[in-house]
């Protein structure tokens, strides 16, 4: 049954929804009205997925997917000029000011606007309570815009790049939002660091959960000694997700005679430079890439591996990932886990215990560290339940959701 204390209308803002590489906002939104609390979708960009997840279709909430400019759109606009032309002149100029040193947010401020605007009118339709922004960036600024025309308290949520790779108006969205959600202490620190311990208090860590009664099925180790060892990937192909230096720490483990099979789950930009360096390494039988995968590819082949690996590394544009959401999957059912140590990713995996941590963009730790758990299917069976407490302790999806709506509806939760 739904909580009572939790009743109220959310309306989150994404970049687009829904897509493979933003699961955690499905799952999140689900989880919201499971609780009792309506949830209102509003992507700023349109897009087709070829692959979504199929709990997509359990999901009541409206989404309102709209291209950039539509009739309705630009009714909008007259509409708001015509009731309250200073306030839409001024949040416009408030936007395009705070964002004129960055090409980027400036662009993105033009473009978004008058979609924010419609926003404005619809949140205002519907009896939005809170408006809460999945990202720092584009949508934290619409979120910001629409606050500023409705005077409905917004929140924002700051993840890594979204983060890390521009902080143009961070300041500001953080002094008019209600409170921000990190999700990592490491992410905190990269915000107060940019806007000032004065801050401090407004900014909650909050980790992202997953859900640990459907990611349920701990490993058990059902390799026989000799057998080949399952490794998995799960990344978009991008350079934050390290795949080269994971390409490379392959070639190292057949170099050591490792009988292995390494399996890339996922899509991206960088797909045929990683397909070109696998034949020319000649790992064609060693390293699968299997494409785009739904949540429910990526658990089954979770639950058919032996280790995890994520390699992500900081990018020459300062990316660097909080705490990605396919660690506390593998580690929900029970992998070991091999990952780099930087960003959040510490603070999930605790070194020698539930998994191994190695410098970022070190391929020869990296193999090493592989090649440690596929000689031991003792110690791959004992950091797979260690990893799977920790999780179901502070990784929780049921109780992160509570957190989070308990900051949204003003609620102190027990």
């Known amino acids: 049954m739904p ?43 349109r897009r087709r997925p070829t692959v979504t997840h199929r709990e997509v279709a359990c999901l009541s909430a409206p989404v309102l997917d709209l291209p950039l400019i539509t009739i309705q759109i630009l009714v909008a606009q007259i509409n708001f000029l015509f009731r309250q032309p200073g306030k839409y002149l001024r949040v416009l100029y408030e936007v395009l000011a705070g964002s004129f040193g960055s090409p980027r947010y400036f662009l993105g401020a033009l473009v978004f606007f008058p979609k924010a605007v419609f926003f404005a009118r619809d949140m205002e339709a519907r009896g939005i309570d809170h408006i809460h922004a999945h990202f720092a960036n584009h949508p934290a600024t619409a979120a910001y815009i629409i606050s500023r025309l409705t005077d409905i308290p917004f929140s924002f949520s700051a993840r890594g790049s ?13 002094e008019q939002a209600e409170f921000a959600i990190a999700v990592s202490e490491y992410i905190k620190a990269a915000m107060i660091n940019t806007c000032g311990k004065a801050y401090e208090d407004k900014v909650h860590v909050v980790y992202g959960g997953v859900d640990t009664l459907r990611f349920t099925r701990p490993h058990t180790g059902d390799q026989r000694h000799g057998a080949v060892i399952k490794i998995v990937c799960v990344a978009r192909f991008e350079p934050v997700k ?43 039988k060693e ?23 994520l390699a992500t590394v ?55 560290a592989l090649a440690i758990l596929a000689d031991s299917e003792q110690l791959r069976k004992q950091m797979g339940c260690n990893g799977r407490d920790k999780v179901v302790k502070d990784f929780n999806l049921q109780s992160s959701t509570r957190q989070r709506a308990s900051l949204f509806l003003g609620k102190v939760l027990g």
């Open 162 to 174: 979204d983060l890390q790779k521009d902080q143009t108006m961070l300041k500001i969205k953080l």
């Open 314 to 368: 900081q990018t020459q544009q300062g990316e660097c990932e909080g705490i990605p959401n396919v660690l506390k999957e593998a580690m929900a059912v029970g992998l070991p886990v091999v990952a780099s140590d930087i960003g959040g990713i510490p603070e999930l995996v605790e070194n020698g215990k539930s998994g191994i941590l190695v410098p970022p963009g070190d391929p020869v730790a990296l193999s090493d």
């Open 287 to 309: 390293v699968i890439l299997i494409g785009a995968c739904s949540q429910e590819e990526v658990l089954l082949a979770l639950t058919h591996a032996d280790i995890a690996v």
């Open 3 to 45: 909580d009572s204390q939790l009743s109220g209308r959310v309306a989150y803002l994404v970049s687009s929804f829904p897509v493979l590489s933003e699961t955690f906002v499905l799952y999140d939104a689900l989880e919201m009205e499971k609780s009792g609390v309506s949830i209102c979708i509003y992507p700023l960009l």
């Open 242 to 284: 390290g795949l080269d230096c994971l390409i490379d720490a392959c070639q190292l483990l057949r170099k050591r005679g490792i009988n292995f099979e390494c399996q890339l789950l996922g899509e991206g930009l960088l797909r045929p430079a990683m397909e070109a360096k696998i034949t020319r390494y000649q790992l064609d």
